[in-house]
């Protein structure tokens, strides 16, 4: 006997049906969603509609968002364009200072950082395949805070934030293997800063950036040699500053007049982004950079009528760059928009992170 249409997900159809018309909705809609029925919200919070999102290739990138605020909470949001408001995401368990943030797919990984002034080598994983459900990972081999972290070719490296004469400076995890484990790596002496300010992928190699210099790591040479090892190269290293992107095989950053550059690693060189420096405000405040599905993510905190505001607003614009060969960089605005975040001002961004979910 079939079901009363008036149980079904949509009525007159099967709940097949309706199962595959439900997953093909962007998610950035699915809290509209919830509102619909019982059934639909408990439909939205199964790891089968992720699952049928993964095999019709309608998951998303999307960009979340950690605040600190000055009470040390540590939220996490999640911006979705065409909103003028976030949507939450479960604040991690064991807030931590100074963590290093990695993802990926749906996975979200924070390493290490401060508990209680004391630095940590624990490992919470945030599972955004079910709206989100917190849990923690294999415990890195030593204590980091304000690491390097980056995700490469199926392993997870944690690079620095601890003692130079730690054995495990650097480690890495296959964090979907059975019995996942940390594994040191052998690094030489001369590279080992302890603090680390940003990190990336580029070119096949893990960059992380230091106050004095930046350091290399080609996973492709032997495990077991320090050869792996190198400096990045000195224009790289003068001109980072700030969070840095790569989208597209180029590693953008901005200089400290505002603008902002893409470096090529082919060339060895710098070029500015044209195009945007009349639209956008100099980001001499500090600005977060994304790369979201091909397109370069800058995020900025509001600074207009400070004197009585009590939220944190920001802008977010994405930014399509064209690279013209010998003509250089140009951007184009796709988008610029004001968030505000549901949180006290003052607060300041954390980790900027896209997750595919």
Request: hydrophobic share 40%; charged share 15%; aromatic share 8%.
């Amino acid at each position: 006997m079939e079901d009363p249409p008036t149980s079904r997900l949509i009525p007159d159809l099967p709940d097949e049906i309706s199962v595959q018309i439900i997953a093909r909705v962007p998610r950035s809609h699915h809290l509209s969603l919830f509102h619909v029925s019982r059934s639909w919200r408990s439909l939205l919070l199964t790891r089968l509609l992720f699952t049928l999102r993964s095999s019709l290739h309608c998951t998303e990138p999307t960009l979340c968002l950690n605040i600190r605020t000055q009470t040390n909470q540590s939220p996490w949001l999640v911006l979705n364009q065409g909103r003028c408001h976030t949507c939450s995401l479960p604040s991690s368990p064991l807030p931590a200072v100074g963590s290093a943030c990695v993802t990926a797919g749906p996975f979200i990984f924070v390493l290490g950082g401060s508990l209680s002034g004391v630095p940590s080598n624990v490992v919470q994983i945030l599972d955004l395949r079910v709206g989100g459900q917190w849990f923690l990972g294999p415990r890195m081999s030593t204590a980091r805070e304000f690491s390097a972290a980056s995700f490469l070719n199926g392993r997870m490296y944690a690079i620095g934030g601890c003692l130079p004469s730690s054995e495990a400076w650097a480690e890495s995890l296959d964090p979907f293997d059975r019995n996942p484990q940390w594994v040191p790596i052998d690094s030489p002496v001369h590279v080992r800063n302890k603090w680390m300010h940003g990190c990336v992928v580029l070119s096949g190699q893990v960059l992380a950036m230091a106050d004095r210099g930046g350091v290399a790591y080609n996973p492709g040479q032997s495990t077991g040699s320090c050869s792996a090892w190198g400096p990045v190269p000195k224009r790289l290293d003068l001109g980072w500053k700030g969070r840095a992107a790569v989208v597209n095989g180029i590693l953008y950053s901005y200089d400290y007049m505002g603008k902002i550059k893409g470096y090529d690693a082919g060339i060895d060189k710098w070029r500015t982004v044209s195009g945007v420096d009349k639209n956008l405000p100099k980001f001499l405040c500090g600005a977060t950079l994304a790369n979201l599905h091909g397109v370069l993510c800058v995020i900025w905190e509001q600074r207009r009528n400070e004197r009585n505001r009590k939220e944190m607003v920001v802008d977010w614009a994405g930014i399509k760059v064209t690279d013209l060969g010998n003509e250089g960089l140009h951007g184009s605005i796709l988008w610029w928009e004001t968030v505000a975040l549901g949180v006290p001002y003052g607060s300041a961004i954390a980790h900027c992170v896209v997750a595919e979910f």
